[in-house]
T-cell receptor, first 114, second 112 residues
Framework: ETGVTQSPTHLIKTRGQQVTLRCSSQ?????VSWYQQALGQGPQFIFQ???????GRGNFPPRFSGLQFPNYSSELNVNALELDDSALYLC?????????????FGPGTRLTVL | SQQGEEDPQALSIQEGENATMNCSYK?????LQWYRQNSGRGLVHLIL?????REKHSGRLRVTLDTSKKSSSLLITASRAADTASYFC????????????FGRGTQLTVWP
């Protein structure tokens, strides 16, 4: 167990809806990264948050947004859901931003868009 | 693409055999990491090797890195059925922004 938790475990939404996914980082970690993993693919970087500010973003549209709270937990929000947003969403916490040392992943949230 | 690419895509072996997976990447790196994923769940960190290291061991795992060939290999010795999982290599693309680039992974099946 990494100490990183995510909720909910599974989620089913319809096209056009909005969704919020949550992540609690490992104790002592101040950086959270979000990844999208489509079926049969490797994880793709969405963005990273460090001390409540976005600290880097991958090739995802603005309808993917996030927040980090003072306790370093984080949310991923996706607006106007599309069928291709169906995926496993993983969050990872790490100790220091700007370093690519070990990132500790949560169990993921499986999102299905119908 | 900066992402690593694992080879083979799928590997099937018997318990007790060794499993070797390879990873190739395209950019310079600061480090390379290997992760394991069971049945579409979260990723478990296995080992990190820095660009100035050539080989690293952790239990039954042995990782090598050849930066001149931009490649790495993961060897699992004396495989067990519990090693059945997808294995991913991840690089940092030479950046210090904390972003990891993953390949599509190798699906390892170990038969009892």
């Amino acid at each position: 167990e990494t100490g990183v938790t995510q909720s909910p475990t599974h989620l089913i939404k319809t096209r056009g809806q909005q969704v919020t996914l949550r992540c609690s980082s490992q104790s002592g970690h101040n950086t959270v990264s979000w990844y999208q993993q489509a079926l049969g693919q490797g994880p793709q970087f969405i963005f990273q948050y460090y001390r409540e500010e976005e600290n880097g973003r991958g090739n995802f549209p603005p309808r993917f947004s996030g927040l980090q709270f003072p306790n370093y937990s984080s949310e991923l929000n996706v607006n106007a859901l599309e069928l291709d947003d169906s995926a496993l969403y993983l969050c990872a916490s790490s100790l220091v931003a700007g370093h690519t040392d070990t990132q500790y992943f949560g169990p993921g949230t499986r999102l299905t868009v119908l | 693409s900066q992402q690593g690419e694992e080879d083979p895509q799928a590997l099937s072996i018997q318990e007790g055999e060794n499993a070797t997976m390879n990873c190739s990447y395209k950019t310079s790196i600061n480090n390379l990491q290997w992760y394991r994923q069971n049945s579409g769940r979260g990723l478990v960190h296995l080992i990190l090797i820095r660009s100035n290291e050539r080989e690293k061991h952790s239990g039954r795992l042995r990782v090598t890195l050849d930066t001149s060939k931009k490649s790495s290999s993961l060897l699992i010795t004396a495989s067990r059925a519990a090693d059945t999982a997808s294995y991913f290599c991840a690089t940092d693309g030479g950046s210090t922004l904390g972003r990891l680039y993953f390949g599509r992974g190798t699906q390892l099946t170990v038969w009892p």
